[in-house]
């Protein structure tokens, strides 16, 4: 977009800014390399070529400026051209008026600029040749400032609070300086917000969008722009547009499967060995649209003191649209035995979900046994040495660090090789066990193998050492058992030693063999488990010289112990090798005397003295331990061993020798000089942090201090350093030495206390004697159990239905440091309302845990609950127990479901389809409820058939379901009908409890209603065309059996017509199997031989409320279209007929197939060509899509044109009812049909009436009026007959009907004889096959049809004879571009003249409608009649043409009878022959015709029929001679043929009394007229009067008509008159003066006929009216003359059978009145077809005042007219 200060660029692309200017004065021009580029280019106008304008733009005031225009003549001729100056004095130029340019040439002309005022200026040069003139465009424009900025800019999509950015170019297109500055606000931000631009300049703006809604931004920045020191600044505008969305991300595990976490992702790490990690990965995929920056976090717990045990390399980060980031998380545990738990906290900004990613894992530590717990070296000889293995097994996938609590370098008769080292995963190390006696005694040591994160092991070491001396008891392993059982007992061996002797059969198996202590440990009784002692103790108390005070059993005192357990010879008090020693302390702690024996090592620093000695009971005795070193500075470190046993043990029995006890004491010194450095060391302790548990209970936890250099390294715990944790914690061993490569695992012991730090305290070692010291954290801090539940303490339901069950999740979550257990406590009368699952549990540290709660209420109140939750550690199960209350408040609420319509109509579906529908169910309470659905199904209008009526026809998608509070469910079905009915279904509901069950009884909810329905059609209407276009509708409806076909429709199809749903090729055969007893005959009627073929319109119509796909089947559309080496060629005759009728088109349907939507209509055309003559039958299947299947049976007659054939419609004939004792039966027609091309003679055989007559008492049952006669070619021949019952029966007649020369046919007639007179319009036609079609209503016209009728039939009903009846019809033209003309012919009732239509021709105009009145006028005699009146309908433009070539050819006709032709020989062209008409010669009824030629064809109604004879037939050569010659002759034009149009017209009259005894309340709603029509007179009419004596004769003519416009004048003026209307009001108030006299019958009736107010108008006028489709009744409108006297003196009607021999001259004025009357009401039609009266509005009421007052204000109103009168001069009279 360029922006400047004014005006618009026209070359520029992008739409300019345009500041609002008032006049010349504008400060601004447009961009000048745009308007360079305009300059530049060059034009060319007439040929002559140059630039379109001149632009000034740099000029100042007081100067000129001056610029050349160059014209080029590129054109081949001279070019002259008038010059016009500019009309401005600003532009000048030099030049003559004329300009030439020779081809080629060029001319330049000066144009000057002198400017006067800085503004724009503009004008122009014209330039004038003689092919027309041209402009050149001068202007002067002014710098301005110019931006050029784009219309919009959009921002790329960006996440809700985020930012996106980009960039648009800002371009100074102006020659001055321009600075701008932008204004815009969020979420868009521009920078640079402002800057200077030089001429030409460009600068990059960054648009920033930082959207925090999830919103379409479109936004305005606005940039003012101008020079620095001009103050009025323009300004350009930019529409930013950005999309924002929000942002969304998840969390997945790619080892876990969609839809397994159910709680959220989870990442398992399954046991992880101790010191080991282990690597996972999870994803942040991003499912949204956008870019979206996350944060991951842990969730705060502050459990963990040693640091987080999970690391993740991912902290934040941005995920791009659809994207994944992969993030790592490491697993490092510490603490064997624990599972920890942690969370990941994803947050994403502008995101609505915060995801928590659950991390957990187990530690394990080492598994590690020994394969024997027990070594027994035997007897050994003084000075020899015994060597037993022993395997350490490793079955854990964790390295196994390990190392023995033994002196291996001498200082012990045992020893085990290797000392210390590692065990991998899941393998074992071999180990040598070397016992190496010095003294001749038993030996016996339990020594403890240490396992790093796990208790220690024990082995137990025996040995017995003999020498040529001293041969003591040789100690066995079953020795062990005794003593320890003895133990168990608690009981001394010296003092009482019968147990022993008592029970050592225990310990032994008859073999002698020793039993396993783990299979000992049963036999244990439980008196004697309260001492039992943990790994642990047992190893501390060991160490600690078996003095432990914090041992947890006294029982397990020692027998022997030894103070102190360690000595330290840590310092040298001269540089000389001098000696150092110690003394400890040993206490016999038994009741029996012991000896004491030391092992002595040789070479050692460490020595004891005395080595050996005897130690009375309970006392003490004490040893002098000396270090003296053999060299300087050097480490030694020893662990001295002392055996103790009873003195008297070789006296024992040797089963009852018990085994000695060893002490030992752990010593360290240095030999290091004063002064000299000590060795450095280099080690390493693991952990640097211990962390024990935060229970008041004693604990353990172990270190590794490993020796990483290659110098030996001695330690001890420095106590100096933390006085006060000496008393917490307790190392062992508390010194040692370390060689290199090796480790000392350290053993701390401690009683956590809430006082202690919880940073924890520092345990220093004191490294190589010297001020080098390691430091090892220990944290011992008892912690209070910490749970915290979610929501405060509170769980709230929602309103719950009653007896129903909510359920709600709710967590609860460990903050301590301690695993727990816990267990919800609910209180007995809660229980039936509240629930939990799971009750009880575990809870690892900062583990979260979801628990369900459900609330089920019994009762509609709220319901505030508090159950309790018990949690303790599980280190203490039963101890330490901690409580907290959680409130559950819930409300039970009553629950009621119902429908949104309490009954749901789906109507009409197809049987065997299904139809999905939705039932809504409203849930108004506030609870959600679940329910059960259940279905009750009624069959309504249920048919006697075996159908499968159990089965089930709605089905519920959802059975079972809850419905939320004040919501709305819809509840999908199918609907699925199995059979013709009106089906019902009641949905009941039931609600269902909290254990699923149904706790309600059921309830109505809704009702479906439904009909089953299967595709129907029905017929209509019928229209016939060609040879049967003269046929009633009647008789058409007759051939086609429309009343069965309608019936057949209407039906249900059976099983058999739905094995193909839908038309498909199923047969092999040419006849394919029908699979429907439907049929039905179709037939055509007959015609001569090549006549126009016989059309039947059948007008379809869809009743029903789906949609119908019918076809016509013939059968070769049922056929299987085989290969042609599959057919085999043999055809049956009936196969090779119907493939002649196929091949040649005797039978024609179109369409043959179709679809009707639901009110559609569609006409079907049915043809039949009588090219062959004889009768043809064709098989078609009429197939409705899921529907019926009927067989049509068409059937046409071709009838040769010599031959006589009379055409049945139907050999069965059924007589209308009639009553028993009738003395006028009524007269009833049959018809005869010709449908040959001669006249046809017939004769009813009278034989079998008379017959009839006699077996009937000789009574005429049955009586021929006209039993013979003659038909006429295409004629219909009427049979009167006189059907007179004798009995109340039906009889049954067959009467043979003889045609001379032809075939005699047996008709069989049928009439019902009955009772009851019950004479009513239904029982009129009951028993009788003559009633009209049904609807009689055309709604549609068929195709091609330009005028149809409002009606096609008009039953008149039952009706007394000599009556008058009226209809109205209209006649519609529904073309719009055609005029017709319309004639009734009334001349085909050639005895009966009893109808009659005014007006009886006339024209309608495209789109018009004409009022037509039909008259009916029954004859004296009942009849049933049944008349075809036939409208001729001929379209103008047919008729002018036909006219135009009349016209023509009597014109050459009259030149040809003036002018002559010399006929020559050599001429080989004749001119054509004029014809009247072409000759055909008469048929003859037997034998062909003698002639010389064939004559020629006739002249068939369409090409097609001439070209299907021409093809069948070979032309001779006489007759090819005779087409020639016919192609010359120009015949005489034929009229154009008129469109038939057909109303049948049907009434039933009876005699006078008949009809006054049985309908007396009709009889006076039918007028009769003076003269009944004489059937001898048709041209006599209804109102043919007898002469009333001195009144005119008013017959139908001039003269009637000019009475009833005379009269209805005066009638109009009458009620006009304002005079005559208060002469009638006033009246109204006067009593009568005289009373009426009894009148003749012609007083009254000219008294009433004075009275009628008519305002019609003569009817005479033939000109038609457009009028509306509209059928009126005028029978029981007619005029009715009643009595005018109290005692019911007749009045003038004349309607009382005695008056039918009286004179009639009083009737005259009656038919006046009825014409007025008629008038009238034609008159009120045409105004409501005009739209001037609107017949169905609601009648007015208009409420007249008081007589008296009216009367007042007459006289008031007629003395103030007197007045007036008087004034004026008048008289009053007049």
Known sequence: MLAETRGSDPLGSAAPWKPPTAGKDIKGQRGGTHQQQASSQRSCFLGVEMKPELVWEDWDLQREFTKTLVLKNIHSKLQKLHVRPPASKFFTTLISQMIVLSPGTSFSMPVTFRPLKRCEYEDSIEFQGKDGSFQVSLRATIPCPALE??????????????????????????????????????????????????????????????????????????????????????????????????????????????????????????????????????DIFNPSPVTASFCLSRLSSGVCLLGSEFSCDVSKGEVEAGGALRATVTYTPAVVDTVSVEYLSLKCRGAFNKTLLKLTGHCVGPEVSLSSSVVDFGCVEEGGAVVQTVELVNSSPVVAIYQWDLDCSGHSVFSIQPASGAVRPHSHTTLKAVYRPTQPIAHHRRVACLILHRDPMFLDLIGTCHSGLRQPAILKPEHLVLYKLHWYRRQDPPDNLSPMQQDHHVCLEQQGMLCPLEEQSHQIPDSAGVGSRTPMEEYYQSCLGCMDPLSSSSSWSSHVSVVPSELLFNHKM?????????????????????????????????????????????????????????????????????????????????????????????????????????????????????????????????????????????????????????????????????????????????????????????????????????????????????????????????????????????????????????????????????????????????????????????????????????????????????????????????????????????????????????????????????????????????????????????????ERGTIASHSTMLLRSTVRPHRRAQYLWTISCQILNASGCVSSPPQAVCEVRAKGVFPTLQAIDVHGGGSVSKLSKVHLWKLFSLDGLNEHLHSSPSPAELTYRTPTRHSLHSCPPIFTKAMLDFNFSAAPLNSDPSTFVLMFHNPGSIPVDWAFLFPEDQQIELEYWAETGEFSSTELYQMKVQDKHLFSISPRSGTLL????????????????????????????????????????????????????????????????????????????????????????????????????????????????????????????????????????????????????????????????????????????????????????????????????????????????????????????????????????????????????????????????????????????????ICQVIKEAALTQYHDALKRWEEEKEREQEEFTITDKNLTESPGVLIDKELVAAPVRKGPPFRKYKTLPPICASDSCEAVGTLCTKLTRAERRAQRQKAKIWRCPEPPQPALLHLGVTAHSHGLLEYLTHSPDEFNKHYRCLLSVKPQQPETTSSSTSHPAGLPLLTHGPERDITTHVLTSLLRGILDDPAFTHSLISSASKPFTYQLRETSPSHCSLFHSSLLPSRSSTLSQPAPQPQVVLSGTMAGQRE???????????????????????????????????????????????????????????????????????????????????????NRGEPAGT
């Open 1680 to 1766: 009715q003359h009643n009595s005018v006297d109290n005692k019911g003196t007749a009045g003038c009607s004349g309607n009382r059978p005695h008056t039918e021999n009286a004179p009639h001259t009083e009737h005259v004025p009656a038919e006046i009145s009825e014409d007025v009357l008629l008038n009238t009401l034609q008159n009120l039609m045409m105004e409501a077809v005009r739209g001037e009266l609107v017949l169905t509005a609601h009648p007015r009421t208009v409420i007249l005042p008081p007589v008296s007052t009216r009367t007042r204000r007459t006289s008031r109103a007629m003395a103030e007219e007197r007045d007036n009168l008087e």
């Open 574 to 958: 001269s540089s000389s090798l001098s000696t150092s020693s110690k003394s400890v302390s040993i206490t016999n702690h038994t009741r029996g005397k012991v000896s004491l024996v030391w092992t002595a090592a040789q070479d050692s620093p460490f020595s004891v003295s005395p080595l050996s000695c005897d130690l009375a009971p309970l006392k003490s005795t004490s040893f002098r331990v000396t270090y003296d070193p053999k060299q300087l500075n050097t480490l030694h470190a020893a662990q001295l061993e002392c055996f103790a046993c009873y003195k008297d043990n070789h006296y024992i029995e040797e089963r009852l020798l018990c085994p000695p006890w060893c002490v030992t004491v752990r010593v360290i010194g240095h030999s290091f000089q004063p002064g000299k450095e000590h060795f450095i060391p280099c080690c390493s302790l693991k952990p640097p942090r211990v962390v024990f548990p935060a229970l008041s209970v004693l604990s353990y936890r172990t270190a590794l201090l490993q020796n990483c250099g290659d110098l030996p390294l001695t330690f001890c715990l420095d106590q100096s350093s933390n006085p006060s944790s000496a008393d917490s914690v307790s190392v062992v061993p508390g010194c040692g030495l370390i060689q290199p490569g090796n480790h000392q695992i350290l053993t701390l012991r401690t009683t956590p206390t809430e006082d202690s730090p919880k940073q924890g305290f520092s345990v220093h070692l004191q490294l190589n004697a010297a001020k080098l010291t390691m430091e090892l954290t220990v944290v011992s801090v008892v912690e209070k159990l910490c749970v915290s539940l979610e929501g405060d303490g509170s769980l709230y339901f929602h309103p719950t239905a009653v007896g129903s069950r909510t359920q709600r999740s709710h967590h609860i979550r460990n903050l301590s440091r301690l695993p727990l257990r816990f267990k919800w406590n609910i209180p007995e009368p809660d229980q039936e309302l509240i629930s939990v699952e799971p009750d009880a549990g575990e809870l690892h540290p900062n583990e979260s845990f979801v628990q369900i709660w459900s609330f089920s209420p019994l009762a509609e109140r709220t319901h505030t609950l508090k159950p309790t939750l018990t949690f303790w550690p599980i280190q203490t199960p039963g101890c330490n127990k901690s409580q907290l209350t959680l409130e559950v408040v819930g409300v039970g609420s009553k629950a009621f479901i119902e429908a949104e319509k309490a009954v749901l109509d789906v109507g009409d579906i197809l049987v065997g389809s299904n139809r999905s529908i939705e039932v809504p169910l409203v849930n108004n309470s506030p609870c959600p409820i679940p329910f059960c659905l259940s279905v009750q199904q009624i069959l309504q209008d249920e048919e006697s058939l075996n159908d499968p009526e159990t089965l089930p026809t709605l089905q519920l998608d959802c």
């Open 149 to 282: 900025v784009p219309d919009s800019v959009l921002l790329p999509l960006c996440a809700v609070q985020h930012c996106s950015n980009t960039t648009f170019l800002l371009r100074n297109v102006s020659k001055l300086q321009t600075c701008f500055q932008w204004e815009c606000s969020a979420p868009f931000q521009l920078s640079p917000e402002q800057g200077l631009l030089k001429p030409g300049q460009e600068c990059h703006i960054t648009v920033v969008f930082r959207p925090q809604e999830a919103l379409v931004h479109q936004q305005q920045a606005y940039c003012m722009f101008g020079e620095e020191e001009d103050k009025e600044q323009s300004c350009c505008t930019v529409l930013l547009q950005g999309l924002a969305k929000y942002p969304c991300l998840q969390l997945r595990n790619p080892g876990t499967k969609d839809g397994k976490e159910q709680r959220g992702p989870v990442l398992h790490f399954g046991s992880v060995a101790v010191g080991q990690s282990l690597q996972k990965h999870f």
């Open 1158 to 1429: 639901p009110g559609q209509q569609r006409a079907v055309h049915f043809s039949y060509s009588h090219e062959f003559a004889g009768t043809d039958r064709f098989p078609v299947v009429f197939k409705l899509s899921y529907g019926r299947e009927i067989l049509l049976n068409f059937k046409g007659v071709t009838v040769e044109r010599d031959k006589s054939y009379l055409h049945f419609a139907s050999r069965r004939h059924v007589f209308t009812a009639v009553t028993i004792g009738d003395c006028t039966p009524p007269r009833q027609v049959y018809e005869l049909h010709n449908g040959g091309a001669v006249p046809v003679r017939y004769e009813v055989d009278s034989t079998v009436l008379s017959q009839l007559q006699i077996e009937n008492f000789n009574h005429p049952v049955l009586c021929c009026l006209s039993p013979e006669g003659e038909v006429l070619p295409g004629k219909t021949a009427m049979l009167e007959w006189i059907f007179s019952p004798l009995e109340a029966k039906m009889y049954h007649m067959e009467i043979p009907i003889h045609v001379q020369d032809g075939d005699s046919t047996l008709v069989r007639f049928e009439g019902c004889g009955f009772n009851f007179p019950a004479l009513s319009p239904k029982h009129a036609f009951n028993c009788s096959d003559t009633k009209a079609p049904e609807p009689c209503v055309q709604r549609l016209p068929f195709p091609g049809q330009a005028v149809f009728l409002s009606e096609d039939s008009v039953s008149l009903g039952n009706i007394p004879v000599g009556s008058r009846s009226s209809r109205i019809l209209f006649l519609n033209n529904v073309s719009h571009t055609d005029t017709v003309h319309y004639t009734w012919d009334l001349l085909q009732q050639r005895s009966q003249q009893v109808v009659q239509i005014h007006p009886e021709r006339g024209s309608l105009g495209p789109g018009e409608s004409a009022m037509c009145v039909l008259t009916f006028t029954a004859a004296d005699y009942p009849t049933c009649y049944q008349l075809d009146v």
